[in-house]
């Protein structure tokens, strides 16, 4: 029906770059908002950065300045370019879509399975 497929994960070392992608595929309607979440162990999920059918972003202050997410909407896909990584972004990253399935008129939370970020020397 949905999936959400994410993929760009790996281990790099401190001050590298990573990209990540996240693309929707299935009967979708729309897409009102899609972003990354990351979770690392012991602690809870929190948002990265998300962004709106309009185009407006919102970041964690521990990745302004560093990260940037984007969208292609032709592929229903979402990006994230992770700049001057640091150990401390080390964790599981999820891709989450609020959108709406063609066959409903509701509005759903759909999550990718994850993709590991391990940022280390």
């Known amino acids: 029906q949905v999936q959400l497929v994410e993929s760009g994960g790996g281990l790099v070392q401190p001050g590298g770059s990573l990209r990540l992608s996240c693309a929707a595929s299935?009967?979708?309607?729309?897409?009102?908002?899609i972003g990354w979440y990351r979770q690392a162990p012991g602690k809870q999920r929190e948002l990265v950065a998300g962004?709106?059918?309009?185009?407006?972003?919102n970041y964690a202050d521990s990745v302004k300045g560093r990260f940037t997410i984007s969208r292609d909407n032709a592929k229903n896909t979402v990006y994230l370019q992770m700049n001057s990584l640091k150990p401390e972004d080390t964790a599981v990253y999820y891709c989450?879509?609020?959108?709406?399935?063609?066959?409903?008129?509701?509005?759903?939370?759909?999550w990718g399975q994850g993709t590991q970020v391990t940022v280390s020397s």
């Open positions: 989450n879509a609020r959108l709406m399935v063609i066959a409903t008129v509701r509005w759903g939370d759909y």
């Open positions: 962004i709106t059918s309009g185009g407006s972003t």
């Open positions: 299935g009967n979708i309607f729309s897409i009102s908002a």
